[in-house]
């Protein structure tokens, strides 16, 4: 199993699937988009084996959602 994390630069569908254009470091790539129907350009997603399996929030993120936390 191979997980890389990735940026969606383009989605399009070809063949009737929707794919996406994604960047890894220096590489692009197309991948399939099928299993996140809410995935937008920009948005960064984890890639298992070459497909894109779940959105991923970007570094930062986390700190912004008014969870409450402990003040010591």
Request: with cysteine; hydrophobic share 45%; glycine share 10%.
């Amino acid at each position: 199993m191979n997980l890389v994390y990735a940026q969606i630069i383009e989605i399009f569908v070809q063949d009737g699937m929707r794919m996406g254009r994604i960047r890894a470091g220096g590489a692009v790539k197309k991948v399939p988009l099928e299993l996140l129907t809410d995935a937008e350009c920009g948005d960064t997603v984890l890639l298992c084996d070459g497909v894109a399996i779940s959105k991923v929030q970007p570094v930062g993120a986390a700190e912004n959602n008014n969870v409450p936390r402990d003040s010591r």
